[in-house]
């Protein structure tokens, strides 16, 4: 049974070894992987909100896409369940480095039956965004009587994450056309 391994080993960030051309002689991958998050904006956009909470990564870090799924999911269904649809929810980062593997056999005889290291690039086996210390994660526009349950709500996302996180909270400022 083929399966996923686990996420500290992608958390380092590292130089993007690939290489996705418009030629398609010229790339290193001739295939990237499917992205698995479906939305990245979610709630009511035209409204005009008065705070937003913003989940900020402390450290550089490198997250895969089926993490930040579930973070969004999670996220989104607390804040859609107890508002409807009055919050703003945006996915800020996009996943564009390709995750490599060499899988190796093992067992007895899988000397035999492997070729090792030759050629050893990798397969393309999934997505990752890669983060900078300071960078916006999520972000929950909400109006003043909605802010703690937004910091609630986006305080469930980092337990699915690895790294550190911090929650800020800022007034959103409002163009000088529309103050009165």
Do not use: W
């Amino acid at each position: 049974m083929s399966r996923l391994r686990k996420g500290h080993c992608y958390t380092r960030i590292k130089r993007s070894y690939t290489r996705k051309s418009k030629v398609k002689s010229k790339s290193y991958i001739k295939t990237v992987p499917a992205n698995k998050i479906t939305r990245y904006t979610m709630g009511d956009h035209t409204k005009q909100y008065d705070y937003g909470v913003h989940l900020i990564s402390r450290q550089p870090i490198q997250i895969r896409h089926n993490a930040l799924e579930s973070c969004r999911v999670v996220v989104n269904k607390r804040l859609s369940d107890r508002y409807g649809s009055d919050y703003y929810f945006l996915l800020r980062v996009y996943p564009h480095h390709i995750l490599r593997e060499n899988k190796m056999l093992v067992g007895a005889g899988a000397d035999r039956m492997q070729k090792g290291m030759q050629k050893s690039f990798g397969r393309p086996i999934g997505l990752a965004a890669q983060l900078k210390k300071g960078q916006v994660l999520f972000t929950a526009y909400v109006s003043k009587d909605k802010v703690e349950f937004a910091k609630v709500a986006l305080q469930k996302a980092p337990t699915r994450l690895p790294g550190k996180y911090s929650i800020e909270i800022k007034k959103v400022e409002k163009p000088k056309e529309l103050k009165s």
